[in-house]
């Protein structure tokens, strides 16, 4: 699909591809930069309340299953009572899930955020063992 020379120009950055979106509105198009911005500051201890979304690695359907949605659902209870969060709503769709949540009492969101993905990540990769019993750790495939 050739591209018109306005998207083109804007999408140059240093002689180097810059990579650029747009969102068609009736007849007018809006050019946006799908490149995160520099400069975000992260502000929290305000006890406020965070809108949070994230996907799956590769944006692949690891949630799709219903036993997957109820262990991350699972996973997530465990985090909210360790980090003593109050979890307002959730939506967890195949690939990705949004939180609506406020600040914990003692660590910053991020760590308990972090803490959710990990746990998630690990129980699944375990599940997956036990399902293929000849699965090597991945050290041992590689070299």
């Not at 804007?10 to 995160?36: C, D, E, Q, W």
């Not at 690891?62 to 465990?78: D, N």
């Not at 959710?116 to 599940?127: D, I, N, P, Q, Y």
Request: hydrophobic share 40%; glycine share 6%; with cysteine.
């Amino acid at each position: 699909m050739p591209r018109s020379r306005a998207v083109r120009d804007l999408g140059l950055r240093a002689n180097k591809p810059f990579p650029v979106s747009f969102i068609a509105a009736g007849t007018k198009i809006f050019f946006y930069s799908v490149a995160m911005p520099w400069g975000l500051e992260r502000w929290h201890g305000g006890h406020d309340l965070h809108f949070i979304t994230f996907s799956c690695y590769g944006c692949q359907p690891l949630l799709s299953s219903a036993h997957r949605r109820e262990l991350f659902l699972k996973v997530l209870e465990e985090v909210r009572r360790r980090y003593q969060c109050v979890v307002i709503g959730y939506v967890v769709m195949p690939e990705h899930v949004h939180l609506l949540v406020s600040e914990p009492q003692q660590r910053p969101l991020a760590t308990a955020i972090q803490a959710l993905k990990l746990g998630f990540a690990r129980r699944v990769l375990a599940e997956e063992r036990r399902e293929l019993p000849g699965l090597e750790p991945r050290e041992t495939l590689i070299g």
